[in-house]
């Protein structure tokens, strides 16, 4: 995805935190409203950048100031009213052929609600302020996956977003 990252907001009052690499689009903006194309796969995401730069020439965005970003999800979610691990597979009416890139650079993981079971909605650790209380690295993540299941398992997340809740690996693409 490629992203408009935004430095932390002022109403996020934490001192570790320089910018927000979120999956969500809530600080850090995707690179256009992009859900109505229908060229998204089936985590809803796009299978490699080529896909999010067609849009862009089509609709005139200029990506160069843009940061790319690559996920990995994990394959289970957290049931919210289960309370509980569950499995989760793409949505199977999308082509889903994700394109890893060549180079890229982990920079830490997000956990991220997905209440319409679609595309990513809401990250607690910048959206409900979490990361005030809670230790993440300079970009609003988790060092480790550890981490964020353990936040997870905590109950902190109980009135922050309604779930499910997916771990995300973040990394940043190296362009050539």
Same mark, same amino acid.
């Given at each position: 995805?490629?992203?408009?990252?935004?430095? &932390?907001?002022? %109403?996020?009052?934490? @001192?570790?935190? $320089?910018?927000?690499?979120?999956?969500?689009?809530?600080?850090? *903006?995707?690179?256009?409203?992009?859900?109505?194309?229908?060229?998204?796969?089936?985590?809803?995401?796009?299978?490699?950048?080529?896909?999010?730069?067609?849009?862009?020439?089509?609709?005139?965005?200029?990506?160069?100031?843009?940061?790319?970003?690559?996920?990995?999800?994990?394959?289970?979610?957290?049931?919210?009213? &289960?309370?509980? %691990?569950?499995?989760? @597979?793409?949505? $199977?009416?999308?082509?889903?052929?994700?394109?890893?890139?060549? *180079?890229?650079?982990?920079?830490?993981?997000?956990?991220?609600?997905?209440?319409?079971?679609?595309?990513?909605?809401?990250?607690?650790?910048?959206?409900?302020?979490?990361?005030?209380?809670?230790?993440?690295?300079?970009?609003?993540?988790?060092?480790?996956?550890?981490?964020?299941?353990?936040?997870?398992?905590?109950?902190?997340?109980?009135?922050?977003?309604?779930?499910?809740?997916?771990?995300?690996?973040?990394?940043?693409?190296?362009?050539?």
């Amino acid at each position: 995805m490629y992203k408009d990252v935004r430095e &932390k907001p002022e %109403w996020l009052k934490t @001192e570790s935190v $320089e910018d927000i690499y979120s999956v969500s689009g809530c600080v850090s *903006e995707d690179f256009d409203d992009w859900i109505n194309e229908w060229k998204h796969n089936g985590y809803w995401l796009f299978d490699s950048p080529d896909t999010m730069e067609s849009i862009a020439k089509e609709k005139g965005i200029d990506l160069t100031k843009m940061k790319l970003f690559f996920y990995k999800v994990s394959e289970q979610q957290w049931d919210e009213d &289960k309370q509980a %691990w569950e499995d989760h @597979e793409p949505e $199977e009416s999308f082509r889903t052929k994700v394109q890893p890139p060549r *180079e890229s650079k982990l920079e830490g993981f997000d956990i991220v609600s997905l209440y319409s079971n679609t595309s990513c909605e809401c990250s607690p650790l910048s959206c409900n302020h979490l990361s005030e209380t809670i230790k993440t690295n300079r970009h609003c993540l988790f060092d480790t996956y550890e981490e964020a299941i353990k936040l997870i398992n905590s109950g902190e997340l109980k009135d922050c977003e309604p779930g499910p809740y997916r771990i995300f690996e973040v990394y940043s693409v190296i362009r050539a």
